[in-house]
């Protein structure tokens, strides 16, 4: 585990923008350093439809990913991952050996909707 990190104020949190999907599509991703899949997300009509690169692969199957819903960060700039153009960053927790657990919704809500 690691140290919490510094207090921020509540106008902080809100500049990070997270938001709930739907994976259309979950491909291999060979060219990945580290195990990865590479993920199309669709975010609704404001955000549109994203790609990503996650290191799920421990917990995750590509027919499972289609059409899960999943939290991702909307507002970074995109980070060049090798051959793939990562436009968000997919959330997960690591579980005990450190290997990625997805953030879920536990109810069905809209894609597009923002954490708060």
Avoid: C, W
Wanted: proline share 9%; glycine share 10%; charged share 25%.
């Amino acid at each position: 585990m690691s140290a919490p990190a510094e207090t921020i104020g509540f106008d902080d949190f809100m500049k990070v923008d997270v938001r709930v999907g739907r994976v259309l599509k979950a491909e291999p991703f060979p060219e990945a350093r580290k195990p990865a899949y590479k993920l199309t997300i669709d975010f609704g009509p404001d955000i549109g439809v994203k790609k990503s690169s996650a290191q799920i692969t421990v917990h995750y199957t590509l027919q499972e990913l289609e059409g899960r819903k999943v939290a991702a960060v909307v507002n970074f700039p995109p980070r060049q991952i090798g051959p793939v153009r990562s436009e968000v960053l997919t959330l997960g927790f690591p579980d005990e050996n450190g290997a990625v657990v997805l953030v879920g919704v536990d109810r069905d809500v809209p894609v597009g909707g923002r954490l708060f």
